[in-house]
């Protein structure tokens, strides 16, 4: 398993657990120390445990020695990064292409070259060329085996997921169903659990990746648009997502309104499929919309947190509940609190904040001026207005009468909807949240 990141090390421990052996190979020395010494470089729940056990049943390592992990394995994942391009929103891959030139070079038998990384259409063609150039003597073949795990959930969804997508080279004989076998093979498991695995061409299964995550994305802008429609007729966004997802054609899951998706995968992905679909002469117009939608209310709702202060936060304090781009990650790729803190220091506000899992990745791109707190009463204390911009569980169960105790002001933003907006009220607060009527 190359890179040892979200993907590379659940997926790796996961497959351990389903009782293959493992090597994952991590570059970055302070990832790669942090393994080697039993601790976890990502805030993930249940991962801890589940690596202490295969590292201790000897299935699992970690190392930084590429070609010792590739001699003799049946199958080499390349989990690596694949971030948006600066300019042109494409998926940046040559931390794949770059892993594949040296996974060719340690090969010394026949082996499938497998990517996770979620990468554009035509990468697992490039992908053979390179290969095929860098070892013209060595006996391999691509595949396509794109991840659909959520951060903070990534165990079960690994576990249990809905499908697994397996694309392989259709074209070259023989090739198709010696890749396929050993894919088969790692997931047995699953195939126990009657989970459905699709098996397409590799093109296809790269676009799926795009596919399934660009639709999500454009069904919470849905929701987002709805929840500002709301606002303006008197409705109510979360009747209007329960009912129409009780439609099973629609689905309740991904309609809860919120500041914009954000994380390191839906808005470098929905860029990318705009881009692989310009640059295909077929542009993906819900996409690009969905795009311009999430980055435009990232900005509005600083606006709206201004606007709800009269218009200026110029000396106020606010407290800020949560910061990571989603509860239960640390990760703050793209998160809504970046925009959103951004825009509020510019206009002068004081900024408290918390957050149960992200303090110390947020440091390095939040403002410098930004005081961190220590849990979320520290945060409210003093503060003129408080904003709660990720929902963690345990902001949900905070007492009112508490944070009234602590806070300077009466003022509460919920972009999240985590309280009732009743209680909150009763409690002597003014309060607005997204999509519901005051
Ligand atoms: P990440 O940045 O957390 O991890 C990538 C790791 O690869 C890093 O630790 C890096 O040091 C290491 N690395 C880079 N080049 C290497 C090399 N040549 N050899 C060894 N290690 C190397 O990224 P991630 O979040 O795990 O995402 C990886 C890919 O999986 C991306 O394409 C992403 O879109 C996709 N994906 C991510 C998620 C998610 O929830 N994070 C879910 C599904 C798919
Ligand atoms: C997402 C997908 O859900 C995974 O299936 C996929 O594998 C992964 O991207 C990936 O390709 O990396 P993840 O980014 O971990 O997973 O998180 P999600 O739970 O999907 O949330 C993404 C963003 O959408 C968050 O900012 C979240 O707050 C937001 N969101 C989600 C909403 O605003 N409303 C919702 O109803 C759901």
């Given at each position: 398993m190359i890179g040892g990141g979200y993907v590379g090390l659940v997926s790796g421990t996961c497959f351990a657990e389903f009782g293959t052996d493992v090597a994952i190979v991590e570059t970055n020395p302070d990832r790669l120390t942090a393994l080697r010494e039993g601790r976890i470089p990502i805030y993930e729940p249940g991962l801890d445990r589940l690596v202490a056990e295969n590292v201790e049943a000897g299935r699992l390592t970690f190392g930084d020695d590429m070609a010792a992990a590739v001699k003799g394995a049946d199958a080499v994942f390349v989990a690596v990064g694949t971030p948006s391009r600066r300019?042109?929103?494409?998926?940046?891959t040559s931390y794949v292409y770059a892993a594949v030139e040296q996974i060719a070079r340690a090969a010394d038998a026949y082996t499938v070259i497998v990517t996770k990384s979620t990468v554009p259409v035509g990468t697992g063609r490039e992908i053979a060329r390179i290969v095929r150039e860098t070892r013209p003597d060595l006996e391999f073949d691509i595949a396509s085996n794109p991840e659909f795990l959520r951060e903070g959930n990534a165990i079960q969804d690994f576990m249990r997921p809905d499908r697994v997508v397996i694309g392989t080279d259709q074209y070259k004989p023989g090739g198709t169903e010696r890749a396929q076998t050993i894919l088969r093979k790692l997931y047995r498991p699953l195939y126990l659990l009657e989970t459905p695995i699709v098996f397409t061409g590799l093109e296809t299964a790269e676009l799926i990746k795009y596919s399934a995550n660009s639709f999500l994305a454009m069904k919470i802008t849905f929701i987002n648009e709805i929840s500002d429609l709301c606002e303006k007729v008197g409705a109510n966004v979360n009747d209007v997502a329960r009912s129409i997802g009780l439609d099973g054609r629609i689905?309740?899951?991904?309609l809860h309104p919120s500041p914009g998706f954000g994380g390191s995968c839906f808005p470098k992905d929905t860029r990318a499929l705009t881009a692989i679909g310009r640059n295909a002469g077929s542009p993906v117009r819900l996409i690009e919309t969905t795009v311009a939608v999430n980055d435009q209310r990232m900005k509005d709702m600083g606006e709206r947190i201004i606007a709800f202060a009269n218009g200026d936060v110029h000396g106020l304090t606010i407290g800020v509940l949560g910061l990571t781009?989603?509860?239960?990650?640390d990760d703050m790729r793209e998160a809504a609190s970046i925009p959103v803190l951004d825009m509020l220091d510019r206009a002068g506000a004081h900024i408290r904040a918390f957050d149960p899992a992200g303090m110390t990745t947020a440091r390095p791109v939040l403002p410098q001026s930004v005081t961190y707190c220590t849990d979320a009463l520290d945060a409210a204390r003093d503060a003129d207005i408080l904003v709660v911009l990720t929902e963690w569980n345990?902001?949900?169960?905070?007492a009112p009468e508490k944070l009234a105790r602590e806070m300077k002001g009466r003022k509460i933003v919920d972009l999240r909807n985590i309280w009732d907006p009743k209680t909150i009220k009763e409690a002597g607060f003014e309060y607005i949240s997204l999509g519901r009527p005051d």
């Open positions: 300019g042109d929103g494409q998926a940046d689905g309740k899951k991904f781009f989603k509860p239960e990650t345990e902001f949900r169960s905070l």
